[in-house]
């Protein structure tokens, strides 16, 4: 036997390039249960190959017939699933001192993903005290023996690899239900190997530039992986495009640190932005909804010498004055021009980097996107490759998405949402893009969607409403997923969705500084009114708030948290050991998050901490209006008091008043002042321009209005 063991380890070992590490975590001296991912009909064959001799595999009666001699191999016990005498088997056997080899899934997975824990297995710890080592396996879905083969490339060796991590165990809890604790145990044991799949699958020293070609060569070549509305790019386009456009680039680009782009999503703004993580060179990804200031000081708060875009685009989206101005402090450089540029050497060139394999070179792996939040100056938010990639693998361990997949991504890359989530998430994991130029095409894009058979949709409360009232309900047949973040859902679009296309918005919450997701609800772990639970990953930590009785300031660290930030005059100040979100949260006792409010956006009034947010909200209910929006200005008397922005002119205080009153809210919420505007002014992301509300507010108060 142990010869045969043998032989499967050097079989594994070339045909797999097989690797396992934390074999010497394992402690059997107490009751133990090891519980692993399951991904293929590999896994067995592979856990039994290396893991101790002790170790003994729970096999499902119907399979053991099938495997016969082969279970022989290794100690194994029989259990009948169907069977509620199989559990009581296998907790005796723990507290036997036998440790038991379980897979909590209770099956291989057929999406690609972690599915649903079976509550037994918490069951099995909870009687036996046993502690748990988690072990996740990555490599071997990608196998012929996987479940998967129809929604992913497969080939019969890949690269496979195994990690064990540390044990943790699960007590029982008195005065708990055990159908309770059994659901709670089963929870525990997801978030544990959630947790581990992601520190399997952490990297340092990553360049995006590696990862896409890495992608390229396991799903293929020849797959089109990014269309925008004029052309398709095959992995094998998308890498050549990069290698030429670097080549171009290099010598325009010589000493320079970052480099600008101002562009809309395209074919075009990909290739650019890979040509500059080939390079070494760090994209500044410029705001072009922003204005000509704010673009003037972010190129000043970057120290951008050099700025990429197109001139259809300028033309198009009519920046021809603030180009104009940019051209003042900085090199413009087209990309038609470049392309006009082109020789057969340059051909040539890249056809031998390609052939070559040719990696990026070493340099500043960072991205530079910009706050849109209140400050006079926009604040540069520097994030590495391995941040942008963590939060990447952050997202993969709580969603299915396979290749089979095909995102629709309308939100602009200067937003960080739109960059990671939308752009680079698809590309470096085999899952096509399509990128649409605007998010405020609300007729076209139900359209492209429904053409292109999208299956995952991303876009905020805002873009999702008018999608939703513009939309045929057949349109949105295709899509899986439908992913919403940069602001809170509103309840009459979730509602919206629901009823007219059957789909459950997932809603999320990020922050530039995290790459961005911090958490997001998921099919696995799903809470209406909250934006989920955080990422695997990520500690947290509420501290309270002087004046805010329920929740706290939200901070937190992760792998996916900043870098630092570029200040405007002052340059790089490093990022500190917890990241404050400035959102003020509630956490409940299962984990998910409730965004309350900004801390920005709240008023202090009399005293007392007023949020501007929950003021919009009552508005809203009360005039059956979401186009609303709260600010606060200085007050002499009472330190601050609330202007409330809407956009029709009948709604009167009083009915706001009684409605507030009506709900068991104080009075100071009731706005001191109602101001009619035709539309709200909206950021690129679609939040509401909270800065320009404030502005128009400021600028009334000084001429005394």
Not at 336 to 341: H, I, L, S, T
Not at 623 to 635: C, N, T
């Amino acid at each position: 036997m142990s010869v045969l063991i043998a032989f499967l380890k050097l079989v594994f070992r070339i045909f797999f390039k097989f690797r396992i590490a934390g074999l010497e975590k394992l402690d059997f001296s107490q009751p133990a249960i090891l519980i692993s991912n399951h991904v293929s009909l590999l896994d067995a064959a592979l856990l039994a190959a290396y893991l101790p001799e002790e170790a003994t595999f729970v096999v499902n009666t119907t399979i053991a017939k099938r495997l016969g001699p082969l279970l022989k191999l290794r100690k194994h016990i029989t259990v009948d699933p169907l069977n509620p005498y199989s559990v009581r088997t296998m907790v005796k056997t723990v507290q036997s001192g036998v440790p038991l080899v379980l897979f909590p899934e209770g099956r291989i997975t057929v999406t690609g993903g972690l599915m649903k824990i079976y509550s037994g297995i918490g069951y099995i710890a909870m009687k036996t005290n046993a502690r748990i080592f988690p072990i996740a396996i990555n490599g071997a879905e990608r196998s012929k023996l996987s479940y998967i083969g129809h929604k992913i490339r497969t080939v019969w060796f890949p690269a496979i690899d195994i990690q064990i991590g540390e044990a943790f165990s699960i007590a029982q809890q008195p005065n708990v239900s055990m159908k309770l604790q059994k659901e709670l145990a089963a929870d525990k044991i997801l978030i544990v190997l959630q947790e581990e799949l992601l520190q399997s699958r952490l990297k340092r020293d990553v360049n995006l530039f590696n990862e896409l070609l890495l992608q390229a060569s396991r799903n293929g070549w020849q797959r089109v992986i990014c269309e925008d509305m004029s052309q398709k790019l095959t992995y094998r386009k998308l890498v050549l495009a990069s290698y030429v456009f670097g080549r171009k680039l290099r010598p325009l680009l010589r000493g320079e640190a970052a480099a600008g782009l101002l562009l809309p999503n395209s074919n075009g703004h990909a290739i650019a932005l890979f040509a500059l993580f080939r390079l070494g060179v760090t994209p500044a990804m410029l705001n072009f909804s922003a204005g000509a200031q704010s673009l003037q000081d972010a190129c000043e708060t970057a120290v951008l010498r050099t700025i990429l875009t197109s001139r259809q685009f300028v033309a198009k989206a009519k920046l021809e004055e603030t180009v104009a101005l940019l051209a003042k402090q900085c090199s413009i450089i087209y990309l038609e021009d470049v392309k006009a540029d082109v020789r057969l050497s340059d051909k040539w060139g890249g056809l031998t980097d390609l052939m070559l394999r040719k990696k990026a070179n070493h340099g500043f792996n960072d991205v530079i996107l910009f706050t849109s939040g209140s400050e006079s100056k926009p604040k540069g938010v520097v994030l590495g490759h391995e941040q942008l990639y963590a939060n990447i693998q952050q997202a993969r361990t709580v969603f299915d998405f396979t290749s089979a997949d095909k995102l629709f991504n309308a939100l602009p890359m200067f937003h960080s949402f739109g960059l990671t989530a939308g752009t680079l998430l698809p590309i470096l994991t085999g899952m096509p893009v399509i990128l649409y130029p605007s998010p405020l095409h609300y007729r076209v894009i139900p359209e492209v969607v429904y053409d292109r058979n999208a299956t995952i949709l991303f876009g905020t409360s805002t873009f999702l409403a008018g999608y939703g009232r513009a939309a045929h309900p057949y349109d949105f047949h295709s899509l899986r997923y439908v992913v919403t973040g940069a602001e809170k859902l509103k309840k009459e679009v979730s509602e919206l969705w629901s009823q007219k296309f059957g789909l459950r918005i997932m809603e999320g919450y990020g922050t530039t500084e995290a790459s961005p997701i911090v958490s997001i609800n998921s099919p696995l772990a799903y809470k209406k009114g909250t934006v989920g639970r955080p990422l695997p990953g990520i500690r947290f930590k509420l501290d309270s708030i002087q004046g805010i009785e329920s929740g706290g300031s939200l901070l937190i660290q992760g792998p996916n948290v900043m870098k630092g930030y570029l200040i405007h005059g002052k340059g790089f100040v490093p990022s500190q050991e917890w990241y404050d979100c400035g959102d003020v949260v509630e956490l409940d006792e299962q984990g998910f998050l409730a965004i309350k409010s900004r801390l920005k956006r709240f008023a202090k009034i009399g005293g007392e901490m007023i949020s501007l947010q929950l003021v919009e909200e009552m508005a809203a209910a009360c005039y059956g209006d979401s186009a609303i929006g709260a600010i606060s200005v200085p007050d002499g008397r009472k330190g601050e008091r609330i202007v409330l922005y809407v956009t029709k002119p009948d709604y009167s205080q009083q009915e706001l008043k009684a409605h507030i009153l009506d709900a068991g809210f104080p009075p100071l919420l009731l706005p001191s002042k109602l101001e009619v505007i035709d539309k709200l002014p909206l950021l690129g992301s679609g939040k509401t321009d909270y800065l320009s509300l404030k502005k128009l507010a400021e600028s009334s108060l000084d001429k005394g209005a």
